[in-house]
């Protein structure tokens, strides 16, 4: 069984992100999705778990739960959806953001094999190889952890959650060129929540 993993924060969740689960989805039997800093709320993190789980979704079931027929086993024809095998899962920090540190990778490492029940799997990620090289140590690396990259600027216009709360809070009408529509429709409550988040010192 193939596992593939993505960690973001989804800030809100973006068609970067999108891009990142399709490529994850079309090369694995089980995605896990982990909503990373689950326990902040910040400037960083404007937007509560609840909301984050929320929009992560509907998203996935819009863009992921069409109906696919095959035939079964038995010779019926069943019907399921790509969205069955992808689960969402929120992740506290060990201590912050910025912990890179061998004591996150094996934290991280013990949270994904505790959920997907799979001591080997894929990281789909858009940052860059040099941060998630540092969480793990070489061995679990060697023999545990393959790590694809998708560019973030050859996805979207190399967009980011900054760039989408940014949007929000000015109100531009391209927002539902770079986001899924449960964005869209909840754009004047996530504005509240970056708004509310800037008051916190």
Known sequence: MKTGVILARLQPIHNGHLALIKKAVAENDEVYIF?????????????PISLRLQLTQEAIDFEFGRPIGHESMDGNYETTYKSDKIHIVPLDDLTDESD??????????????????NPCFTIYYSDGFEIITTWFPSFILRNNVSLCLLARNA???????????????????DLDAYVPKCV????????KHIELSKLIK
Not at 100 to 117: A, C, P, Q, R
Not at 160 to 166: P, V
């Open 155 to 173: 996805t979207v216009d190399g967009i980011s959650a900054t760039k989408i709360r940014k949007m929000i809070e000015e109100d531009s009408n």
């Open 184 to 191: 869209v429709d909840k754009r004047d409550t996530i504005k």
């Open 100 to 117: 890179n540190s061998h004591d996150w990778g094996f934290y991280l490492y013990s949270k994904i094999v505790t959920e997907t029940k």
């Open 35 to 47: 909503i990373g800093s689950a326990d902040k709320f910040n400037q960083r993190n404007p937007l």
